[in-house]
């Protein structure tokens, strides 16, 4: 099995910042792409941004320049550096995995860690 847990959710004022974390553990082989989603009350799920095993980054045009995402492939873990916030990223914020395991690849989610941008 494998579990994600996340951290470093939170309240924030608007212009303020916080660092989400999240680390896989368990049965690992590998793990490929990794990202962050988020889903707003009345909302559908969306991307936030995701980052693959060499680096390379994608991000939600609504939060380009503010956030930034980075993984460490030793520890299986990836972070979420969100600055600016904004009362609109205020969700519950999920961490994802693509995870390599000797039955095969699979996708796992953690369960989630709420974010409030209020003054």
């Known amino acids: 099995q494998v579990q994600l847990v996340e951290s470093g959710g939170g309240l924030v004022q608007p212009g303020g910042s916080l660092r989400l974390s999240c680390a896989a553990s368990?049965?690992?082989?590998?793990?490929?792409?990794m990202g962050w989603y988020r889903q707003a009350p009345g909302k559908q799920r969306e991307l936030v941004a995701e980052?693959?095993?060499?680096?390379?980054?994608n991000y939600a045009n609504s939060v380009k320049g503010r956030f930034t995402i980075s993984r460490d492939n030793a520890k299986n873990t990836v972070d979420l550096q969100m600055n600016n916030l904004k009362s609109e990223d205020t969700a519950v914020y999920y961490c994802t995995c693509n995870v390599l395991r000797t039955g095969g690849l699979s996708s796992y989610w953690g369960q989630g860690t709420q974010v409030t941008v209020s003054s």
């Open positions: 368990g049965s690992i082989l590998g793990i490929y792409l």
């Open positions: 980052i693959t095993t060499g680096g390379s980054t």
